[in-house]
């Protein structure tokens, strides 16, 4: 689940209708499953080309960064649009935004459908993530408002099992609809199943969402965002294209000017705040330790863990000939330690051991990491699935451990009146991380396979993983050492 916070106070009333009584109870569970649907909807997208990749290339062409750009595409948009996109629920309703937001999804996904080149296809899988981006940060306000105190754990709750049938489930589903290729539609029908679901919960919004809004909310920010979207794809643009032009100078120097970028992006907007405006990341969180160690270890975090999904995925289709249907079998125990791991943590694990269960979870993921090189190396060409399965197992119940205190535990760093700026700069990060993990281990991935087997590709790449997860464990210790107590749903 996206974590993104939204502040202010609300303004809520009944299912589009003005000046009505707050939603009555039997309305608040239909608006959660209303907003559950549109979660699956971006969870299964977020997954998807991963085991679409080779088989979408194989039907339009073009390079090997089309598979590239199909993930970090989707996810460097939503990085983008997370930063501004509670801000306009704020300010216009957030059952409007939620509207636009899963209509524009909706047709964005079609688009992709019925893409027949590769920059079409890529135009509408940022187009997705943007209207993700817009999307989903309204269903999180929208709980927040209409659940009284006392319910919104279960609320809340309801997200975990989503996420857990979604990470088992959609790989799977989305290799069988590749395999099965329905009326002929093969990779495309992992887009247009979206269209149904997308008009059925634009039909329960209309139906059983409320309107809300902020009374006092803030202003946006465009030029801030501007330059954040400048920043990130000055950052990884050359990721991913530098590697087929043969890294000429321009591309370094394209890397250099992102953080260049960056830096003035954080001048303005101490300008924007000493001038009474607001601004779209509050500066003094850059002050705050846990802060900056959060947005260092989560990037590198999930860097890794987007990354290493695209890997192993690549490695199963190109270098054993799977199908993407087995891969997505492939894919079950990982998901599942990863399940394990967030219902350990949420039953008390995390309130005892606070950073140090962020630790342990990174621990096991090196030795998981670790595990499948050692079992690349040694079984080599007669590696199967099967003989992953433990360390597999092993990913993911510490990627798990990792990410289920991580926000809480970032969080406790800062002030309360500065929790939203944060949770949603984070939540920002988690994406960057993602686009960064597809386009870095990518990269490394592919220069390998130019000249060498599959399976020496995908043990280079796991070392550049290991450097990754060895930076997370380190930048860990700027951490909190424990989550403060906070309002269920905070973040």
């Known amino acids: 689940m996206s974590q993104v916070a939204t502040t202010g106070e609300a303004d809520t009333t009944g299912p589009g209708v003005p000046g009505s009584e707050p939603t009555p109870y039997r309305w608040r569970w239909l608006a959660l499953a209303v907003i559950l649907s549109a979660e699956v909807m971006d969870l299964l997208d977020a997954l998807v080309t991963n085991l679409a990749g080779p088989a979408i290339r194989a039907d339009l062409g073009g390079s090997t960064s089309l598979i590239q750009w199909l993930g970090a595409g989707y996810a460097l948009a939503m990085a983008i649009g997370l930063v501004t996109g509670g801000r306009l629920g704020d300010l216009y309703g957030r059952r409007r935004m939620f509207l636009v937001g899963v209509l524009g999804f909706t047709a964005a996904s079609a688009l992709c459908a019925l893409a027949t080149t590769p920059g079409l296809l890529v135009g509408a899988r940022v187009a997705q993530g943007l ?10 306000g929208i709980i927040k408002e ?54 059925l919960a634009a039909l329960g919004a209309l139906r059983f969402l409320p309107e809300s809004r902020a009374r006092h909310a803030s202003r946006l920010d465009l030029p801030g965002v501007a330059l954040v979207a400048l920043g990130a794809v000055l950052l990884v643009y050359p990721l991913v294209q530098g590697r087929e032009q043969g890294w000429p100078a321009w591309m370094f120097v394209l890397l250099v000017a992102a953080f260049g970028v960056f830096a003035v992006f954080g001048r303005y907007q101490v300008r924007r705040q000493r001038a009474g405006l607001d601004p779209l990341v509050v500066p003094a969180l850059f002050a705050r330790r846990a802060f900056t160690g959060g947005m260092v270890a989560g990037l590198a975090f999930f860097t890794a863990l987007t990354g290493f999904s695209l890997v192993f995925s690549l490695y199963l289709q190109l270098g054993l000939g799977y199908s993407p249907l087995r891969t997505g079998l492939a894919g079950v125990p990982q998901a599942l330690g990863m399940v394990v791991a967030f219902v350990l943590a949420g039953a008390g694990l995390a309130a005892r051991l606070g950073r140090r269960l962020i630790h342990v979870g990174l621990v096991v993921v090196l030795a998981g990491v670790g595990g499948v090189q050692l079992t690349l190396r040694l079984a080599d060409a007669e590696v199967t699935v099967w003989r992953l399965v433990p360390a597999l197992l092993l990913v993911g119940f510490g990627m798990g451990l990792v990410m289920a205190p991580f926000f809480d535990i970032v969080l406790s760093g800062v002030e309360p009146a500065e929790t939203g700026s944060a949770s949603g700069t984070l939540t920002a990060v988690q994406q960057l991380g ?56 905070q973040h």
């Open 131 to 140: 209207f993700g981006a817009l999307l989903l940060p309204q269903g999180l």
């Open 146 to 199: 209409v659940f009284p105190p006392r319910e919104l754990p279960a609320a809340f709750g309801a997200f975990g099992p989503v996420m857990g049938i979604s990470a088992v489930g959609g790989p799977i589903l989305a290799g069988w609809l590749v395999h099965a290729d329905l009326w002929g539609t093969g990779w495309r029908a992992i887009f247009l199943i979206n269209v149904p679901l997308g008009l």
């Open 434 to 489: 993602g686009a960064l993990g597809v386009a870095l281990l990518g990269t490394v991935f592919f220069a390998q396979l130019e000249d060498q087997p599959a399976g020496t590709a995908v043990r280079t790449t796991l070392w550049a993983e290991l450097g990754l997860l060895v930076l997370t464990f380190a930048a860990a210790f700027l951490l909190p050492r424990q989550a403060r107590e906070a309002e269920p749903g």
